[in-house]
């Protein structure tokens, strides 16, 4: 989904602690035309559900519940926010003529809204909805205020009239221009999920300590990385981790080979079936003998390859392995299917070739290369 637009009807929430459907209700509202019509380019899956992203039936918000485009755009952007990229606050409000900002409820000056700055002084507003461009006069040099109080300020709300007016003296306005969103990550200023994916996989799968070395290969799907980093740092649901949390279990040993508890390390490496895959793989690439017992050590070796290209595909090559030999556990244990070496090796060189093949640039490639 890529959302452009020329006024305040973007996707974003303001950039300031916004961010709840309240906030993205109000643009949408602004999107639809309803506040004045104002010209917006808003590309997104209108053509499922209408311009308003599901959020409006019948000129009426549905409930904050009701399973809607930008409901649930708001529940990914919190899952997002946990993962230190704060998502809410990448929307920012380029302030143009004002026209079509919020003067209390955007914020277009100061990171916050005006609104929550000034909670006071904006229970004594006339029109909480004012535009900017209606409430701030620029007279070239700097902005003065156009003020409509439902009484005089007096108090505290004086002292913050004073901050307010201090404040908005400062602002730059571009009279000539629409105001607009912009998404800061975006070098364009445009919003697009591509870009996001990027963020969010750069940030679940860091650079490494050991050796520099990247937890992403372009070669294999971005279920196997995210399987791959989730093995380096110990976080498989193997029986003994199971154990550690608290589960009940008939027991922690290997269910594939029970000679011992199950790791990480065991079940990807030590279990003599797994071992047995690697000892084929191993002499599949012409590697001799397998010295791994930690995958740690295993999911960075080069393969003794010379070059960059080579090490990148006998890296595709051990963790789609690992990620193999980890689904065959799992279908032994939840679906009691038998283990055989030679159909797991057969499976493991099929998908290398099938992902390799999709994922590389050189299209010539066979199965006999």
Not at 8 to 16: F, L, P, R, V
Not at 27 to 36: E, M
Not at 225 to 238: M, Q, S, T
Not at 253 to 274: F, G, Q, Y
Request: glycine share 10%; aromatic share 10%; charged share 25%.
């Amino acid at each position: 989904m890529v959302v452009r637009c020329t006024d305040g009807g973007g996707a974003g929430d303001g950039g300031g602690g916004g961010g709840d459907v309240v906030s993205l209700r109000r643009k949408v509202a602004r999107v639809d035309g309803s506040q004045g019509g104002r010209k917006c380019k808003v590309l997104f899956i209108s053509s499922i559900y209408g311009i308003s992203g599901g959020l409006l039936v019948d000129d009426s918000f549905r409930t904050d519940s009701y399973k809607s485009v930008w409901n649930e755009i708001v529940k990914i952007s919190n899952h997002i926010n946990t993962i230190g990229l704060s998502f809410r606050n990448s929307f920012v409000k380029d302030l143009g003529d004002g026209g079509s900002t919020s003067f209390w409820n955007d914020s277009w000056i100061g990171g916050e809204t005006l609104k929550g700055k000034f909670k006071r002084l904006s229970r004594l507003e006339n029109d909480i909805n004012v535009s900017v461009k209606d409430r701030v006069i620029w007279d070239g040099a700097k902005g003065v205020g156009n003020w409509s109080w439902t009484r005089e300020p007096f108090g505290w709300a004086r002292d913050e009239l004073h901050s307010l007016t201090e404040m908005i003296s400062g602002a730059v306005f571009n009279p000539e221009k629409e105001d607009s969103w912009r998404w800061a990550p975006g070098g364009n200023g445009m919003f697009t999920t591509k870009f996001l994916s990027d963020m969010i996989t750069s940030r679940l799968l860091p650079i490494s300590d050991l050796n520099g070395e990247t937890s992403r290969n372009k070669l294999v799907p971005k279920k196997v990385e995210v399987f791959v980093w989730r093995a380096r740092k110990l976080r498989l649901p193997v029986l003994l981790e199971l154990d550690k949390r608290g589960i009940e279990l008939h027991s922690v040993r290997c269910p594939l080979c029970d000679d011992d508890i199950e790791t990480v390390n065991h079940s990807l490496i030590l279990c003599k079936n797994a071992f047995e895959v690697w000892a084929k793989i191993f002499d599949w690439w012409g590697r001799g003998g397998v010295p791994f017992i930690n995958v740690g050590d295993l999911f960075l070796d080069t393969g003794q390859a010379t070059s960059h290209v080579g090490k990148i595909i006998w890296q595709a090559v051990v963790w789609t392995c690992s990620y193999l030999i980890w689904k065959i556990r799992n279908q032994k244990i939840f679906t009691n299917k038998s283990w055989n070496g030679t159909v797991a090796l057969n499976e493991i060189q099929v998908k290398s070739f099938e992902w390799f093949a999709k994922r590389c640039k050189d299209k010539s490639i066979d199965w006999h290369n």
